[in-house]
């Protein structure tokens, strides 16, 4: 099974210490570490325990610059064969649906039978991948959390509400993003980077891929404007004083609210 | 009718004459051990290898203090006084026992008689004595001979066997002086007399009224019993757990003489061609090195690391006893005395679990227990280094050391915020710390590493080391933000790359600052600037700092406002047990005048680990209890009602321990520093 | 202006919740003009919901097909491409089926696609402006969206309050026949049920709710003490789940069960959107954590920054001794 895994360099946000940079229109980037987006990273260990199974090779690819080689090559220390860098300057600016295009363009250059991507990314729109299968008509399927491999289809499990899960058939080629503890990824360290250090990441653009004005700002139809701090509002009334000040405030709240009997 | 006692030489044994016989038994019986001995070298040869073979002098020292001195014996009184005592018996009768072999060929009908005779007899009934209390101890079974269901059938049987097969060699040894002295006694012939008492002496007091026939005879059959009884636990002893009567003096002889570090990735492999090296750490019985292998047929079964272990005696799936063992057995199986070798088989998964072997806190109870100096934190390093290599990490550790590498610290928190705790106003009011940041130069350095930095409890400590310190005028300074955990922890969940690439950074971050000393509150951090480290100043733990002041005079302790209270020290595992550090704390407390203090029941060496430190913190095992929970309830059996100790992890599972067992109120856990503050203040 | 439709998600007959907060969403992008509702689906229970909708909606467009029987997004992908005119305005709320659906139904209707949105402005000209979030819910942004060729918009769960609004008189327009032949290369099998735990959190008026600040394992009991103290129950967040401290069956969210509890006390809980999706209801939403910028004090009614950890306990002992 040949899979190709869409991952994304972002930043930690772990620690809730994203605020906004001092010109207003950006996040404030610099003390920020990134990493690939667990969900990719997911998405990568689901591959390489496929083609451990029942062989193939697993490729990732990232669309970006210079700075995202180092998530490709920390998936490749995990037990991706290869990397592969989509990256031009003509890319700037572009929309889910412009990522989609490019990604398109590359899954067009290859024989791929299965694309993984995460469920979603820092931007929380979970959309890249749906675009994608439906550039490429390939069949799609979001928040997977299980894989079963048939003959030329897979059976695989959705995470819906409640916890139930929605058990499916879907034929390949096909696209899927993948929830996160679908399984355990393995560790990968600095060794293991340093071993891959050498390996050569290819670098695609615009040209290469054939992608004409797909992408970019131009073809852009979604723009970010701005950001700004969430406004207060009333929030939250938040209780001051002593430990047991507040805990005395809190029981009376808890009474007159019907949560103390 | 014969007129003398014939030697075993020149009788005959069932048409064989005894020299003829004798050759042969002497001679294929060395040889059988010969062979089973270089079989089992086999695969030591090919270990991995292990530079055992320097300070030859030192080496001799602890050979003295630990072989022939069975310095760790009486830790368990009992059991150690019988081991002893036959021990002494087996190095008397060397000579004796060479004689004895040596005659059923040269012809003289007994061994040496004078001084040595004697006291040979006279060893060799003392053996037989031990040899029977050792047989009823065994099967009265002392708890930590128990073995496990999981580790398959005990080992009662072949353990009485073995113990009644020396009796037997020594009851065979007595006969035989014992007919030759009856034998002659009853023609009348001279013969010496037997030391009284002795086995030998009872022995001839019971054939007094045998026939002289029977007493030729038993005077030869005992001679054949001995020889074969001898031959056979020879080449028998190579298969079990007596092994240890002939690699005892190895396995101490080339014992680690290096405390408190780990051994590198690869001997002969130095850091900067590590990346040549294409596996990382044991995976295969053959990736251990040849001592580690010679510490598996070392390991005398007597669970007294087990009985020490705490993560074995909270239930976690870790038991080093068994952990050597079952190696053993795996060699035994997989290089065979009869058959080809074949390595290859994965240890993790086959033999050991993953999680038998996160479980080690790495306190090294079991290596400050074991008599025969069998050494377990390198093999558990190794093996963990083998799962790191393999990616496979538990998912709970995996985020504390993906932090660790990006941001130096193992609870993800920002590089910018780690001097946080040296900037709260109340603090800096009263206390002035210098942050270096990489700027600033240091003549005392406080290495304060990451919990002490980040935990909002233990921040505390940081906080009352830096005042104890300033109080008594030292200038000191705090790398900052530029300090990264000391990775001592790392290298002892065997990620050694993150380990090297920590210790660069630090190495330079302290050389940078020109810090003339550097003084910490952290045992871990402790151990690995004095031990991992290289080319340090000269690094001080607070408690031998505040001690050393003491003695001198430059401290004024004030006296306890409230001495109702019982005090107990619990020792950190790296500072006391790795670093011998266990009267300075207490010469401390002791100098606080007011200070009732008891001991617990497991202190000093025998401390009781509170859990683990560093990574340990992130890794969540399966167990019946908190080591914690244990400890605690130690200090309270002991009278205590607050426990002292002096290390921030100790002091967050304390705290921790506290609460789960429902203690609040009954006890409290206070660092040294935190108490020495409060009384410099 | 585009037309606006409000595709509606249903089960057993009755529409979701959700639908009333579309119709909220359309009336911010048009105050003038009452959306469209979509209902896919099959048989009876189909046109009941049809049936439900016509109070809210000026009208209703039923797409009826035994393929949809069970809602395949896919399906409903390409059922909706082919009766939608181009260049509408489609409003679908951003949960399992929303995001499976509508990012691919944005590229065949060659639409811009807004997902996951909180606020809506009024277009002015092509440019529709959007109010998105970014970072766990850690930073807001403002969005532009060419709407030329129209737009696909996800609307977070709760984000639009239902207006009152007075019956619209709706009328049920069958669109059935537009759909023709569906075929597609995933075909739904079954639901598997989600096990359920030995307690069903959803019965309890008293959630004691705990994230990932309750640190490990061991700790659980802290809050299961208090939730005894209450007479409620202990819930939790994903990350707990995660890491096996609690069985799914305790975890309140999107992808997890829905509750309406009288109150709720979010312990060392961040505040994800879609945690909070899974509660329901308005309850009083106590909030403590050790962070004071946490997202979850937005939305609390009473907050204290504190560390659950020390705070829980010594709730719990307050309250016993009562």
């Known amino acids: 099974m040949e899979i190709l895994v869409c991952a994304r360099r972002v930043p930690d946000t772990s620690e809730d210490d994203i605020e906004l940079n001092e010109a207003g229109d950006d996040i404030a980037r610099d003390g920020l570490v990134y990493s690939v987006n667990e969900p990719d990273n997911y998405a990568v260990e689901e591959a390489l325990n496929i083609v451990e199974r029942d062989g193939g090779t697993v490729t990732v690819v990232t669309v970006g610059g210079d700075e995202d080689e180092e998530i490709l090559r920390r998936e490749m220390a995990m037990g991706a064969k290869s990397g592969v860098l989509l990256s031009d300057d003509a890319f700037a600016g572009s929309d889910g649906r412009g990522i989609a295009a490019i990604l398109a363009a590359f899954v067009k250059k290859g024989h791929y039978n299965l694309i993984l991507t995460g469920v979603q990314a820092e931007d929380g729109a979970a959309q890249v991948g749906g675009m994608l299968a439906a550039l490429l008509d390939y069949p799609f399927a979001s928040l997977v959390n299980s894989i079963e491999i048939l003959h030329g289809k897979l059976k695989i499990g959705r995470e819906i509400e409640g916890g139930n899960k929605e058990m499916n058939e879907i034929d390949l080629p096909c696209v899927l993003s993948i929830q996160t503890g679908i399984n355990e990824p393995r560790y990968v360290g600095m060794r293991g980077i340093r071993q891959v250090a050498s390996l050569p990441i290819p670098t695609l653009g615009a040209a290469d891929l054939g992608v004409n004005g797909d992408a970019g700002a131009n073809a852009a139809k979604v723009r970010r404007a701005d950001y700004f701090m969430p406004p207060l509002g009333k929030g939250a009334e938040m209780l001051e004083g002593s430990t047991e000040g507040i805990v005395d405030s809190l029981i009376e709240l808890l009474k007159a609210k019907g949560g103390l009997n | 009718m014969a007129t003398t006692i014939q030697s075993p030489a020149e009788a005959t044994f069932w048409f064989i004459q005894g020299r003829i016989l004798f050759w042969i038994v002497n001679l294929l019986g060395s040889a059988c051990f010969a062979y089973i001995l270089a079989k089992r070298m086999r695969p030591l040869l090919r270990g991995q290898r292990d530079p055992r073979f320097d300070r030859p002098l030192i080496r001799l020292g602890r050979l003295l203090q630990f072989w022939f001195g069975q310095w760790r014996h009486p830790r368990y009184l009992g059991a150690g006084i019988v081991h002893i005592l036959f021990f002494a018996g087996f190095l008397v009768l060397v000579v004796h026992t060479i004689e004895l072999l040596a005659l059923g060929t040269s012809g003289s009908p007994v061994a040496a008689g004078g001084l040595y005779g004697a006291i040979s007899d006279y060893a060799a009934t003392v053996v037989f004595l031990c040899m029977i209390v050792a047989m009823v101890r065994r099967l009265l079974h002392p708890a930590r001979y128990a073995v496990p269901a999981r580790y398959g059938r005990a080992h009662t049987a072949d353990a009485i066997f073995l113990l009644a097969l020396i009796a037997v060699l020594m009851a065979a040894d007595s006969l035989f002086e014992a007919g030759y002295a009856a034998g002659h006694w009853q023609r009348h012939l001279p013969a010496a007399p037997l030391p009284v008492f002795s086995l030998p002496w009872m022995l001839q007091g019971a054939l007094a009224r045998a026939s002289f026939a029977l007493v030729a005879n038993l005077y030869l059959g005992a001679y054949l019993a001995h020889e074969l009884a001898f031959f056979f636990l020879l080449c028998y002893r190579p298969f079990g757990i007596q092994f240890h009567v002939e690699t005892s003096l190895f396995s101490v002889y080339f014992a680690n003489l290096d405390r408190g570090t780990v051994k590198p990735v690869r001997w002969g492999v130095p850091d900067a061609r590590l990346d040549e090296v294409k596996s990382f750490g044991v995976k295969t019985f053959e990736d251990f090195t040849w001592k580690h292998m010679l510490d598996f047929y070392s390991c005398a079964d007597c669970g007294r690391c087990s009985d020490q272990c705490p993560a074995n005696t909270v239930g976690r799936p870790l038991s080093p006893r068994f952990l050597t063992i079952k190696a053993r057995d795996y060699s035994f199986q997989h290089f065979p005395v009869w058959g080809s070798a074949h390595n290859g088989d994965r240890l993790i998964g086959g033999i050991y679990s993953e999680d038998e072997i996160w479980s080690c806190t790495t306190c090294g109870a079991c290596e400050a227990e074991c008599p025969l100096l069998v050494e377990y934190i390198d093999k558990i390093v190794d093996l963990r280094r083998g799962m790191v290599d393999d990616g496979n990490v538990p998912q709970s550790l995996q985020k504390a050391l993906q932090s660790l590498e990006s941001r130096g610290n193992p609870f993800g928190k920002a590089e910018k915020k780690r001097a946080d705790w040296a900037r709260a106003k109340d603090f800096v009011q009263t206390c002035s710390v210098r942050i270096a940041n990489g700027n600033a130069p240091a003549d005392t350095l406080y290495f304060v590493d990451s919990i002490t930095s980040y935990d909002d409890r233990i921040q505390s400590i940081g906080r009352a080391t830096a005042k104890i310190l300033n109080r008594s005028g030292e200038n000191i300074s705090i790398l900052g933000t530029v300090e990264k955990d000391s990775g001592h922890d790392v290298r002892r969940f065997g990620e050694e790359t993150l380990f090297m690439a920590l210790r660069e950074h630090n190495t330079a971050a302290i050389h940078a600052s020109g810090a003339q000393r550097v003084v910490t509150s952290d045992p871990h951090a402790y151990n690995a600037l004095k031990h991992d480290y290289r080319n340090m100043p000269p690094v001080e733990h607070i408690s031998e700092w505040i001690a050393r002041k003491v003695r001198a005079g430059g401290m004024k302790l004030h006296a306890l406002e409230n001495d109702g209270d019982v005090y107990a020290y619990h020792d950190p595992c790296y500072l006391g047990r790795h670093n011998g550090i266990y009267d300075a704390p207490r010469e401390v407390l002791d100098a606080i005048p007011g200070l009732r203090r008891v001991e617990m029941r497991r202190s000093r060496d025998r401390s009781f680990c509170c859990g683990g430190g560093g990574l340990a913190l992130f890794y969540e095992p399966k167990e019946d209890q908190r080591m914690g929970v244990k400890r605690v309830q130690m200090a309270a059996e002991a009278g205590a009602n607050v426990i002292v100790t002096a290390c921030p992890f100790c002091m967050v599972n304390m705290e921790d321990a506290i609460k789960v067992a429902g203690m609040e109120g009954k006890m409290t856990a206070i660092d040294l520093t935190e108490l020495v503050e409060k009384q410099t203040r | ?322």
């Open chain 3, 1 to 322: 202006m585009a037309r606006i439709f409000a595709y509606i998600v249903h089960k057993g007959g009755v529409a979701d919740d959700s639908a009333a907060e579309l119709a909220a969403a359309a009336g911010k992008i048009d105050s003038a003009q009452t959306p469209t509702a979509v209902v896919a689906g099959w048989g009876p229970n189909c046109d009941a919901v049809c049936d439900s909708l016509r109070t809210r909606f000026a009208e209703v467009w039923r797409i009826a097909h035994e393929s949809l029987a069970y809602p395949n997004p896919e399906l409903v992908r390409k059922a909706l491409v082919r009766v939608l005119p181009a260049g509408s305005i489609v409003l679908i709320p951003h949960t399992h089926f929303g995001t499976d659906l509508a990012p691919g139904l944005s590229i065949k209707m060659n639409a811009a696609y807004a997902p996951d949105v909180l606020d809506i402005e009024s277009p002015r000209g092509t440019m529709l402006r959007v109010v998105r979030q970014e970072y766990g819910g850690q930073v807001n942004a403002h969005f532009c969206c060419d709407v030329s060729t129209g737009v696909v918009i996800t609307i977070r769960p709760g984000a639009f309050k239902p207006a009152e609004t007075a019956p619209a008189g709706g009328v049920i327009v069958d669109q059935s026949a537009g759909v023709g032949q569906l075929t597609s290369g995933r075909r739904y099998l079954e639901t598997i049920a989600a096990e359920t735990g030995d307690v069903d959190i959803t019965r309890y008026p008293v959630l004691v709710s705990i994230g990932r600040g309750i640190e490990e394992r061991e700790n659980v009991a802290i809050a299961q003490d208090l939730a005894d103290a209450l007479g409620g129950a202990v819930s939790c967040s994903r990350p707990v789940v995660d890491a096996k401290w609690m069985e799914k069956s305790r975890q309140v969210g999107s992808s997890g069960q829905t509750v309406k509890p009288k109150v709720y006390l979010a312990c060392g809980i961040s505040g994800s959107f879609q945690h909070l999706a899974g509660i329901k209801g308005s309850p009083f939403i106590v909030a403590i954590n050790k962070n004071p910028n946490a997202p979850i004090f937005r939305v609390a009614d009473v907050g204290i920054a504190a560390d659950i950890l020390e705070f829980l306990p010594e709730l719990t002992a307050r309250i016993r001794e009562r």
